[in-house]
């Protein structure tokens, strides 16, 4: 996909993700530039929490030996001196915050990119109550970033799957915009098919953000998602409606003797790819998504609509 996305006119970027294998993540980069014309740009990104956590020597010896375009922090954005570090590899950074004071700290950091990430994004982000809605976060962060003499580039993200939205965040001033749930609607995507045939099944108020599918994950993971990050927009499915709202007897339930069971029931879910008690990841613009296509398509039909849209407005402001 992220092959796909690069020479689609995107930037497709490979998720290191906790960075647990440097042999991994080589084998993918290895697949990304066996795939692609030489010189297509590729981006790296990386959970701060954990990579840089465990051992930041290794993400940047990593940056310095797959020489990628771009790279991304997220959970948190900024961790010591990372954002400094990997611009002096002469990388591209992006940092991916949920709110402006974040926003703010990754700019006098001397991030290149802010990704404006809102409640509507799918997969890990802020506590909703901690959150804010994907256009009023990104129009702030937009001001703010202009009043900085660097003025990084500022993208949004949460909610986006079609022209419509990219034209809209384009009117906030907004310098493109994150695709998340929409590509993991393709082909080239990894991931269980189970999955993938429920993003197309869902709407949009099948979407909830919620805690416990990490509070019983985290039993079982080599890194615990962390607060404030521990939260996370998934498809509502029979163990999301079990659980909603009821997380202190959730808390209670695995510390009282039902823990391994339902951990156990989660893990063989995200190993099968059973989307009624597994972790389907979604933002609330999963409701638009209709078919599993190939990346290609689906990023120029976005660019086409985006044009149109923008023309459909001018047309109106000419009528007007």
């Known amino acids: 996909m992220a092959s796909a996305t690069s020479t689609s006119g995107g930037l497709g970027f490979i998720a290191a993700g906790h960075f647990e294998s440097e042999s991994r993540l080589r084998d993918e980069v290895s697949i990304f530039k066996s795939s692609t014309p030489k010189g297509t740009p590729l981006g790296l990104g990386f959970l701060s929490f954990s990579s840089l956590e465990s051992d930041p020597v290794r993400v940047m010896d990593a940056i310095t030996e797959h020489s990628p375009s771009a790279v991304q922090f997220f959970a948190p954005s900024v961790m010591g001196s990372n954002i400094e570090q990997a611009k002096s590899l002469g990388v591209t950074v992006f940092a991916q915050v949920g709110n402006v004071g974040d926003a703010r700290e990754a700019i006098e950091a001397g991030v290149d990119v802010i990704i404006a990430q809102g409640r509507e994004a799918g997969g890990h982000g802020l506590r909703p109550e901690l959150g804010t809605s994907t256009l009023p976060l990104a129009s702030r962060i937009v001001t703010l970033a202009s009043s900085y ?73 080599e890194f615990e998602w962390p607060y404030p990050y521990d939260s996370s927009g998934v498809v509502k499915n029979r163990f999301a409606e079990e659980w909603e709202g009821r997380e202190d007897e959730l808390e209670v339930a695995l510390r009282e003797g039902e823990g391994e069971g339902l951990r156990e029931k989660l893990r063989r ?25 190939e990346t290609e398509a689906i990023l120029k039909r976005i660019e086409r609509q985006t044009v149109e849209e923008i023309m459909r407005l001018g047309v109106l402001i000419n009528a007007s």
């Open 269 to 293: 879910a995200e190993e099968t790819g059973d989307a009624e008690w597994g972790c389907v990841y979604a933002g609330e613009g999963v409701g638009e998504i209709k078919e599993i296509e």
């Open 149 to 221: 003499p660097s003025r990084p580039l500022v993208l949004a993200a949460g909610g986006i799957v079609d022209g419509r939205g990219l034209a809209s965040v384009l009117a906030l001033g907004c310098d493109g915009a994150v695709l998340g749930t929409r590509l993991w609607a393709s082909k080239e995507a990894l991931g269980h098919e189970g999955y993938k045939r429920r993003l197309v099944e869902a709407g949009t108020d099948d979407v909830e953000r919620i805690r416990g599918f990490d509070m019983v994950a985290n039993g079982y993971r």
